[in-house]
Nanobody, 120 residues
C-alpha cells in the first residue's frame, strides 16, 4: 500500500503560480497529477515515468505546468505557472501503472487531494 500526501494548494489570482508537492510512503516509478472540478470528472494533468524521465501533459496545461519527481526524496512536484480560473479544482497525486498515462484507470494509489482556486 502506497500512501500519498499532497500539499501546496491555495488561492491565487489569474496569471499567478503555485507549486504542489506530493510525498509518497515508498518509491514508485510511475506517478501523476490529476484534478477534479465540481460537477466534472477527474482528469489527468501530468504524469511522469522516472525510469526514462518520460513525461505526459494534458493539452490544456502544456507549456504552463511542469511535473518533476525526486526519487531519493520520494516526492512528486507540480509547478503551475500562468494559472487560469479554469485550473480551479482539487488536485490529486496518484501512483501506479506502467507508463505515464493520463487515464484515471491506470493508477492504483491516490492521495486525498489539495484545493487550488484561481480567481479572475
Amino acid at each position: 500500500q502506497v500512501r500519498l500526501v499532497e500539499s501546496g494548494g491555495g488561492s491565487v489570482q489569474a496569471g499567478g503560480s503555485l507549486r504542489l508537492s506530493c510525498i509518497a510512503s515508498e518509491y514508485t516509478n510511475n506517478m501523476g497529477w490529476f484534478r477534479q472540478a465540481p460537477g466534472k470528472e477527474r482528469e489527468g494533468v501530468a504524469a511522469i515515468y522516472s525510469g526514462t524521465g518520460t513525461t505526459n501533459y494534458a493539452a490544456s496545461v502544456k507549456g504552463r505546468f511542469t511535473i518533476a519527481q525526486d526519487n531519493a526524496k520520494k516526492t512528486l512536484d507540480l509547478q503551475m505557472n500562468n494559472l487560469k480560473p479554469e485550473d480551479t479544482a482539487t488536485y490529486y497525486c496518484a501512483a501506479g501503472g506502467l507508463f505515464p498515462s493520463l487515464s484515471v484507470r491506470q493508477y492504483r494509489y491516490w492521495g486525498q487531494g489539495t484545493q487550488v482556486t484561481v480567481s479572475s
